[in-house]
């Protein structure tokens, strides 16, 4: 296992320390000068190993190597165990607490085993020798065992702040995604409700324009269904601003988006309001037969909303496509396993005057409300004539009371 430098590396509160250890060896080195073997020699050695101790933090392994080398001039001296040999220990301690791999402090203590059958080799007699050779090893291996046990508490430590800063970095982003997700859903649903309803008021204010002279009560009908249009545009609006609020900002709550209760007001919106948005289409000159087979299970809000709003992109692209007077055909049929919507037009109406631009998100979003409940969508040309619209949505088992609503 590999420990970075810019984790293991020298913090500011270290340098006073690593100068007053280093200043210690020094000071010990200097004291016992005229006293120790080896004289002024043997000072200088101490006094090396002091100063590369000023680096242990930084570069573990060269201060080790450094004070190993000085260390191994002292046994070939044969001035035998100084004071300022702490150093070696001090030195064994940072390679493996500090060092970038642990196999360096492997080395690091297969060379100080070797260095304590040199130290003991210069005692007299084999009685000593074993003695000597006992007490270097048990401290070596102390201090070893110590610099391992703090090494592997810092390694832990930082495994546990790295994963933590992975999973906030995950958060992070599993916000971003559910605001961009919450972005695409808004605009989706401000499509469904802005963009089909003035594409109605656009075609019929078209209309109203060429027929107030030609015949005033056609045009003050297709102004009724302008006004008509644009009040249910306004409401709807109000009641996605109403959603958007009580689910608050994107984060624990908002990234559920759209999320709603099986209330009547959202219920209202879908199934229930199916007969209208037929009749709205129907003012719009568009020839009508709605058929429904089968009595229509409980759904949850959210698939109501979705079949809603395939039936209702269906007949805007009708009324755009196949133009003012085309019959259309729309039919709900329900299982026992799905909700089969069908629409289909004989594309024999007339040409718009001024057709309205696309909302840029027709099929494609209906796909994608579609594919949220796992359902499939055809949609294509016919071979008589026209457009075909099928969408399958399978039933859930249970219908939840509390869902997402597709977007």
Same mark, same amino acid.
């Given at each position: 296992?590999?420990?970075?430098?810019?984790?293991?590396? &020298?913090?500011?509160?270290?340098?006073?320390?690593?100068?007053?250890?280093?200043?210690?060896? !020094?000071?010990?080195?200097?004291?016992?000068?005229?006293?120790?073997?080896?004289?002024?020699?043997?000072?200088?050695?101490?006094?090396?190993?002091?100063?590369?101790?000023?680096?242990?933090?930084?570069?573990?392994?060269?201060?080790?190597?450094?004070?190993?080398?000085?260390?191994? =001039?002292?046994?070939?001296?044969?001035?035998?165990?100084?004071?300022?040999?702490?150093?070696?220990?001090?030195?064994?301690?940072?390679?493996?607490?500090?060092?970038?791999?642990?196999?360096?402090?492997?080395?690091?203590?297969?060379?100080?085993?070797?260095?304590?059958?040199?130290?003991?080799?210069?005692?007299?007699?084999? =009685?000593?020798?074993?003695?000597?050779?006992?007490? +270097?090893?048990?401290?070596?291996?102390?201090? @070893?065992? *110590?610099?391992?046990?703090?090494?592997?508490?810092?390694?832990?430590?930082?495994?546990?702040?790295?994963?933590?800063?992975?999973?906030?970095?995950?958060?992070?982003?599993?916000?971003?995604?559910?605001?961009?997700?919450?972005?695409? &859903?808004?605009?989706?649903?401000?499509?469904?409700?802005?963009?089909?309803?003035?594409?109605?008021?656009?075609?019929?204010?078209?209309?109203?324009?060429?027929?107030?002279?030609?015949?005033?009560?056609?045009?003050?009908?297709?102004?009724?269904? *302008?006004?008509? %249009?644009?009040?249910?545009?306004?409401?709807?609006?109000?009641?996605?601003?109403?959603?958007?609020? /009580?689910?608050?900002?994107?984060?624990? /709550?908002?990234?559920?988006?759209?999320?709603? !209760?099986?209330?009547?007001?959202?219920?209202?919106?879908?199934?229930?309001?199916?007969? /209208?948005?037929?009749?709205?289409?129907?003012?719009?000159?568009?020839?009508?037969?709605?058929?429904?087979?089968?009595?229509?299970? $409980?759904?949850?809000?959210?698939?109501?909303?979705? *079949?809603?709003?395939?039936?209702?992109?269906?007949?805007?692209?009708?009324?755009?496509? $196949?133009?003012?007077?085309? &019959?259309?055909?729309?039919?709900?049929? +329900?299982?026992?396993?799905?909700?089969?919507?069908?629409?289909?037009?004989?594309?024999?109406?007339?040409?718009?005057?001024?057709?309205?631009?696309?909302?840029?998100?027709?099929?494609?979003?209906?796909?994608?409300? *579609? %594919?949220?409940?796992?359902?499939?969508?055809?949609?294509?040309?016919?071979?008589?004539?026209? @457009?075909?619209?099928?969408?399958?949505?399978?039933?859930?088992?249970?219908?939840?009371?509390?869902?997402? =609503?597709?977007?």
């Amino acid at each position: 296992m590999t420990v970075r430098r810019t984790v293991f590396g &020298r913090p500011p509160r270290g340098v006073a320390f690593d100068v007053a250890v280093a200043a210690l060896v !020094a000071l010990v080195s200097l004291t016992a000068a005229v006293n120790q073997p080896g004289g002024w020699a043997a000072t200088l050695v101490g006094v090396g190993m002091a100063v590369a101790l000023l680096f242990r933090r930084t570069h573990p392994s060269v201060v080790t190597v450094a004070v190993a080398a000085l260390a191994l =001039i002292q046994v070939i001296a044969e001035w035998g165990p100084l004071v300022y040999d702490v150093a070696v220990l001090i030195a064994l301690y940072s390679v493996v607490k500090y060092g970038e791999r642990l196999r360096d402090g492997v080395l690091a203590g297969a060379v100080a085993a070797v260095g304590v059958l040199l130290a003991a080799a210069q005692t007299p007699n084999v =009685i000593q020798w074993w003695v000597t050779a006992l007490w +270097y090893a048990l401290v070596t291996g102390a201090v @070893w065992l *110590v610099a391992l046990n703090v090494r592997t508490r810092r390694l832990y430590v930082l495994s546990l702040e790295e994963r933590a800063t992975t999973l906030e970095r995950e958060r992070e982003a599993e916000s971003r995604a559910a605001v961009a997700e919450e972005r695409t &859903r808004i605009a989706r649903e401000l499509h469904d409700v802005v963009a089909h309803s003035m594409a109605v008021m656009i075609v019929q204010a078209d209309g109203a324009r060429f027929m107030l002279d030609r015949d005033p009560a056609q045009a003050r009908t297709a102004v009724k269904v *302008v006004a008509d %249009t644009g009040r249910q545009a306004l409401e709807e609006m109000r009641r996605l601003v109403g959603v958007l609020r /009580d689910a608050g900002p994107s984060g624990a /709550d908002g990234a559920d988006g759209l999320a709603v !209760a099986a209330d009547p007001e959202h219920r209202r919106l879908a199934l229930a309001e199916l007969p /209208d948005l037929l009749a709205r289409f129907d003012d719009a000159g568009l020839h009508i037969r709605s058929t429904v087979t089968d009595t229509p299970p $409980a759904l949850p809000p959210g698939l109501e909303l979705t *079949v809603y709003r395939v039936v209702q992109e269906a007949l805007t692209n009708a009324l755009k496509h $196949a133009g003012v007077g085309a &019959r259309v055909e729309v039919v709900l049929s +329900y299982t026992a396993e799905a909700v089969v919507v069908r629409v289909v037009d004989d594309g024999r109406g007339r040409p718009l005057v001024s057709p309205a631009p696309s909302g840029g998100h027709g099929l494609l979003g209906m796909r994608e409300r *579609v %594919t949220v409940y796992d359902g499939s969508l055809a949609a294509g040309p016919r071979l008589t004539g026209g @457009w075909q619209v099928e969408v399958r949505l399978p039933l859930p088992s249970e219908p939840a009371a509390t869902e997402v =609503i597709a977007a």
